[in-house]
């Protein structure tokens, strides 16, 4: 099956999920500003994932800078 075509019914009912829905889960989370470092990645990586020609390929590559960080310490992507 093609990443397009997937659904989240579709994969709900493939794999027998149960749906756990809650309105404002992250509610209680304060916003933060994105460090220098996370902005720097994504400056670079987000331009090269749009290009890509896949849907897939695109979102992984928007997505994959930020689930390796470089090193970066123990600060990580959010300045504290």
Do not use: C, W
């Not at 309105?23 to 990586?45: C, I, M, Q, Y």
């Not at 390929?57 to 310490?73: H, L």
């Amino acid at each position: 099956m093609a990443y397009q075509d997937f659904t989240f019914d579709s994969v709900t009912e493939k794999f027998s999920l149960a749906r756990e829905e809650r309105a404002n889960l992250f509610a209680h989370v304060k916003e933060r500003e994105p460090g220098s470092v996370l902005k720097s990645v994504l400056e670079e990586s987000v331009p090269l994932g749009i290009a890509i020609a896949t849907e897939k390929a695109r979102s992984e590559m928007r997505r994959a800078s930020s689930i390796k960080p470089p090193e970066t310490g123990s600060r990580g992507f959010m300045e504290r």
